[in-house]
């Protein structure tokens, strides 16, 4: 079950026409709760039109900076959103659940090592985290950023990432891409395998990168993960999250016609319900009145994690778990279908 807290909101700032950022009001007995890890996001849970929708969006405010701040982009259909860039206001109270994420970089002051980091939109915010993170903390480290946008205006924190760039002149270098718009100092189209090559052998042509992190639509990730491990990056080294998906790629041909029994270990308490396999276990869990952790519901996020203990299971989508975690027993319950005539899966032991 994820826990929620009720954080009243302390600030909000216009970043864009259609993006804005919020800093939460954190209580002194909360603290120790709400310490992230650069590139962690938060669960937002908002009742809004009569219905419960729960959010996840990344922190992006530095580990130094005892802030606990989120970043918000309009999207269309975006319920949430829409009402966070419109309608949210200073004092306003959020449920907001304890950080969490895979997608992550604790800095080191020990380190002496190179990043280089991919975002396109709204893609940079656990990025900026682990820039701000790593400059703060990391005087021996060099950190790149390629942050591709539509347009100049369309940059989420672009003042930020200027000054930090003012600031860090000899540690922090940024190359923005626009698609839409030409710009001095820029490259114009997208974040493809051109501006990969014209960054690692012209602009760092001298840097050899320890780790990769990448954020943003699903294609351009996959573009530049695969141009990385061609050029030798080990795969251990590249490092990414999904900001969307494409929700129509199905992985695995499993039979998932049928009934299960499904055996649910939650908060210490064994549920035991039957289900179609056609639905994914997490739907199915809702429906029956169980708490279990959700967010994005779109295999983007590890909120919904359980480990399956007994049967087997096969997801639609998977942009999360390695191989290896998924042959240890893991899966993505908002995604996961049984294949078994029973299965056995614990949240509570992942």
């Known amino acids: 079950m994820s826990t929620f807290y009720k954080l009243s909101v302390k600030e909000i700032q ?12 954190v209580p002194q007995d909360l603290q120790e709760r709400f310490k ?7 669960t937002i849970k908002k009742v809004l039109n ?14 130094q900076s005892n802030i606990l701040k989120i970043a918000v982009k309009k999207v269309d259909n975006g319920l949430f959103s829409k009402y966070a860039v419109n309608d949210l206001a200073v004092g ?39 820039i701000k993170s790593v400059l703060e903390t990391e005087k021996e480290s060099h950190f790149v950023l390629v942050y591709g946008n539509k347009s100049i205006e369309d940059v989420i924190f672009k003042q930020e990432i200027d000054a930090l760039q003012s600031s ?22 997208r974040i493809d395998t051109s501006v990969l090559n014209f960054v690692l052998d012209n602009k760092c042509k001298d840097l050899t990168f320890d780790d990769y992190f990448l954020c943003g639509p699903e294609p351009m990730i996959n573009l530049i993960k695969s141009n990385l491990l061609d050029k030798g990056v080990k795969e251990k080294n590249v490092h990414f999250e999904l900001f969307s998906t494409n929700v129509d790629e199905k992985i ?21 319900f039957e289900m179609d396999r056609g639905k994914t ?15 994005c519901q779109g295999g983007i996020c590890s909120t919904c994690l359980a480990q399956v203990t007994e049967g087997k299971a096969v997801m639609d989508k998977n942009a999360i778990l390695t191989d290896g975690e998924i042959e240890e027993g893991l899966i993505l319950t908002c995604q996961a279908h049984p294949t078994t005539a029973t299965i056995s899966i614990d949240y509570d032991d992942v």
């Open 14 to 25: 216009q970043e864009t026409k259609d993006s804005v950022s919020i800093v939460f009001d």
């Open 281 to 295: 276990i997490l739907e199915v869990a809702l429906k029956k009145g169980l708490d279990a952790p959700y967010s």
């Open 168 to 189: 860090y002149p000899t540690s922090f270098t940024v190359q923005y891409v626009f698609s839409q718009h030409k710009e001095e100092n820029a490259l114009f189209g």
């Open 92 to 130: 306003d109270v959020l449920e907001v659940s304890r950080p969490e994420g895979r997608f992550d970089l604790m800095p080191n002051s020990k380190h002496k090592k190179n990043y280089m980091a991919f975002a396109a939109g709204s893609g940079i915010t656990p990025v900026l985290s682990m």
């Open 252 to 272: 695995g041909d499993a039979n998932i016609e049928g009934k299960t029994i499904v055996k649910v270990m939650l908060d210490d308490e064994e549920h035991t």
């Open 50 to 63: 009569d219905n419960e929708v729960r959010r996840a969006y990344s922190i992006c405010s530095s580990l």
């Open 36 to 42: 992230f890890i650069p590139g962690q996001y938060l």
